[in-house]
Structure formats: structure tokens, C-alpha cells
DNA sequence: CTCTAACATCGACGTAGATCGATATATGAC
DNA sequence: GTCATATATCGATCTACGTCGATGTTAGAG
């Protein structure tokens, strides 16, 4: 939900995926092969160094958000690399964006976040 | 602690390092430039989705232990495919190898998935 | 010893992706 | 309108890595 991509009619569109809770416990059971490349990709999303501390340097702002024009100078990445590196948090929805003017913000979404630590979780105990 | 790799004597061994927690929560504080490495290496291993079917696989087995001679013909990728998953998780600390005779058998470590969690657990409440 | 099966290693190939400079687009100031 | 700044896109380059076939290594059976 939320995100909804093209609306009701989605004819090809490869994604709509990502979205949400994303995938059951590891330890639960075996993945299938769909809920494994959709748990893939959200950690290879998560697998890039400059990506992570663009994420962190965020999620951790006290303000809760941040300009990108603070961030681009912080690492030792180009203007571009880090644009693209922000286009990529956010199509994987771990950041929302809104663009104020000239400057763009973000914000983490820690329940995507507590999505993918759900995926990471020991099975149910039994009883 | 713990995760010995090979017993006493391991002489090249190229890691030692990725051991243990592993990371401080993504969201309490921006990341270090070597946390982020550590973290983002980390993550790549799980972003392969023939590897979390792997670690899937086997973490989620009843026995608690599965020989990779079962998880061969199961995925559609070539044996030495395979075994190149398995190294990966095993040098990743995901994995306990253990070698009876011919065969290789494979545990899950849950405390490495639990350091790997942890990075992804929200800031501590303030109160 | 020979033979066979399980697993690892090697080398090569193909693709994905991180990076940058150049350039495009958008917004506000003047 | 012009100009400057913030951000996005494009195209090219370089490297990382998933994959496989061929081959090596180890262990048990006979």
C-alpha cells in the first residue's frame, strides 16, 4: 500500500515489490524464489558503504530531515554519485523525499526499515 | 568470541575481523567510514537471492543442520555455484561448516543474524 | 591399489553497478 | 529577461561478482 506506483492497471511494471513488509522470516522457512530476489534486492540496496552512511547521516538527524545539499559535500562522493546514491534509498523506500524550492529533503521510513529487521527475526518459540 | 573458525591453528586465514555484533544501530548516530564498510559487506552477502535461499535453507531446517549434498539439486545453479554460496556465507559468519567423511554439513549462527539486526533496531527511547 | 562420489578451486565470460565529468532542468534573485 | 544555485540525467569507464565447465582434492568402498 502507500506508494501505489501505477494505479489499479499495471500491466508489465517489474516492481510494486518492494513496498511494505517485504518478506517473512529467514528462519522461518525456505524462501521461495520470488520473496529471495525481493529480499535481495532490499539489502543490496543496503550493501553500498556511501549508501549507508547517506541513509544513517538521515535517519539519525535529530531534525528528522535533511537537505541533500548538506549531505553532499559530508562524503568524499561527487554531486552525482550522491544523487544518484539518494535515488536509490528512495525507490527502495527507505527515504521519503520532498522538494521545497530549490532544495530537496528526506526523511527515513523506519518502518521499512523495521521491515527488513522483521525478514532478519528468529522463528516463533513453540510451545 | 565464539565462531573459532578452524580450531587452534588457522594460519592465512584473511579474516577474523567481520566476528561479532558487528555494527551500532544505522539510526542512533551517523555511521563511520569503517562501519559503514563493515556493515555494507555485510549486507552483500545477503543480497544475493541464491544465498538467502541457502542460508534459508538451512537455518529454517528442523534438524538444525543440513548437508550440502541436499542443497545442490535444489537451487537451479551448478554445484560449484553452490559451494561458492556456501564459502561465502560460511567466511560471512552466517554459517557453521562441519566436515564428517565426504560430506560437508551446515548450521545457521543465529547470533551473527541477531548482530545484523541490531544494526537495523531503532534509537534507544529518551525519556 | 582402483573406482566413485562429494566438495573445492581455477579460469574465463558476461553483466551489474559505482563513479565521474558534462550537461540538462528547475527554482529563486534581481 | 539574465544569472546563480540545487538537483537530476546522460554516457563512458572501471571494477566487482555470479556463473559455469574443467579440473583438483579428499574420502570411503571393494
Redesign the interface.
Known sequence: MLEGTSTYVNMVTVDVKQIDVCCAP??????S?AE??E???A??V????????L???I??DPEGEVCACEVVDVLDRSQPTISHHLKVLHEAGLLDREKRGTWVWYR?V?AR??G??EA????RRRR
Open positions: 529467514v528462519v522461518a522457512s525456505p524462501l524464489d529471495a530476489e529480499l535481495a534486492a539489502f543490496k543496503l550493501s553500498d558503504p556511501v549508501r549507508l552512511r541513509f544513517s547521516l535517519a539519525a527515513a523506519p526499515l523495521a527488513l529487521r532478519l527475526s528468529p522463528p
